[in-house]
T-cell receptor, first 113, second 114 residues
């Protein structure tokens, strides 16, 4: 298994631009989580899905952030418009319904200038 | 507020020293507890977990953690650290009645001097 695959690994963009981060979960994992990691706030849960349905998006910082999971093999996290304070590493993590252990992707490092 | 607290932000040790990293949580009810490790430039990996049974759990690379329910704690220990243990360590809690989400502590950065 290739694990949780995230793209891009690194993105540098200018303030105001739209950013789309992508995640491909491990096949058969029906829970998908998006986390944001910063020095100041540590690891924050943004949103998670179960069977492609958003269950809890209370961690999404504001309306500029949106996440979708159109099917079991793909999820996106979009920031529009981006701001410098969005600079962080964004992790996608997934797990199966019977296992309570998350497998993390390598992360997407976002820098907004 | 419900939270996961890691008391040490940055710990510096010499090789062969003993390690204990504190973790406390404030959730009531049944919990699953985890320690994850993030080596420099890498993603998070599971170090060990507690679901039920023996409160002393052993993980990879000689790490262990003890769940003390009365203290709401799940401290991580290692009797003798190595330079390769330099990493950031995260405690995490999954609360049974709150769905599948995992809440992480702020993390503790461990630096081991050779």
């Amino acid at each position: 298994d290739a694990g949780v695959i995230q793209s891009p690994r690194h993105e540098v963009t200018e303030m105001g631009q739209e950013v789309t981060l992508r995640c491909k979960p491990i096949s058969g994992h029906d829970y998908l989580f998006w986390y944001r990691q910063t020095m100041m706030r540590g690891l924050e849960l943004l949103i998670y899905f179960n069977n492609n349905v958003p269950i809890d998006d209370s961690g999404m910082p504001e309306d500029r952030f949106s996440a979708k999971m159109p099917n079991a093999s793909f999820s996106t996290l979009k920031i529009q418009p981006s701001e410098p304070r969005d600079s962080a590493v964004y992790f996608c993590a997934t797990r199966g319904s019977r296992a309570n252990v998350l497998t993390f992707g390598a992360g997407s490092r976002l820098t907004v200038l | 507020a419900q939270s996961v607290s890691q008391h040490n932000h940055h710990v510096i040790l010499s090789e062969a020293a003993s390690l204990e990293l504190g973790c406390n949580y404030s959730y009531g009810g049944t919990v699953n507890l985890f320690w994850y490790v993030q080596y420099p430039g890498q993603h998070l990996q599971l170090l060990l977990k507690y679901f039920s049974g023996d409160p002393l759990v052993k993980g990879i690379k000689g790490f262990e953690a003890e769940f003390i329910k009365s203290k709401f704690s799940f401290n991580l220990r290692k009797p003798s650290v190595q330079w390769s243990d330099t990493a950031e360590y995260f405690c995490a809690v999954n609360v049974h009645n709150q769905g599948g989400k995992l809440i992480f502590g702020q993390g503790t950065e461990l630096s081991v001097k050779p």
